[in-house]
């Protein structure tokens, strides 16, 4: 499936891809600058949770919840990792065993630990403005 949109047209576009997948592992493939943390900012809310969404880039693993406080999502930034070995480290294969939403920035660092059961999920800068997506 491919999309394009600007900003304003993200909750439809979260919306989109929610009816789509068919599982709660998404992996965002971009360039810096793409709008990956936006995207995944947007199908937060859709899924309905309040918190603040920001990258994890430091800290490696950002978790969302429910206003309920029932977990809802894990994000992942794997730009700093060095190596697979890291993602592994911080115990990966076990959030990927949770019933959780998962969103992957940067999946290309880990490319031996991606599930076969995800849906990858292409960003192209079109324009200032503009981007395409490819969701497979």
């Not at 989109?16 to 809310?45: C, N, Q, R, S």
């Not at 429910?66 to 700093?80: I, K």
Request: glycine residues 4%; hydrophobic residues 40%; negative net charge.
């Amino acid at each position: 499936m491919e999309l394009i949109y600007t900003e304003q047209d993200l909750p439809s576009i979260a919306r989109t891809i929610l009816e789509y997948v068919d599982t709660k592992i998404l992996a965002f493939y971009a360039p810096m600058g793409a709008g990956k943390t936006t995207l995944i900012k947007a199908l937060i809310k859709e899924l309905g949770s309040t918190d603040n969404v920001s990258s994890p880039t430091f800290g490696l693993v950002n978790e969302y919840q429910l206003d309920n406080g029932e977990l809802l999502a894990y994000h992942f930034d794997f730009y700093r990792l060095k190596d697979e070995t890291e993602a592994l480290d911080m115990g990966l294969d076990d959030y990927l065993q949770s019933n959780a939403w998962i969103f992957m920035e940067w999946p290309e660092k880990i490319p031996n630990l991606t599930p076969e059961n995800m849906h990858s999920l292409k960003i192209e800068i079109l324009d200032q403005k503009t981007r395409k997506l490819t969701l497979v």
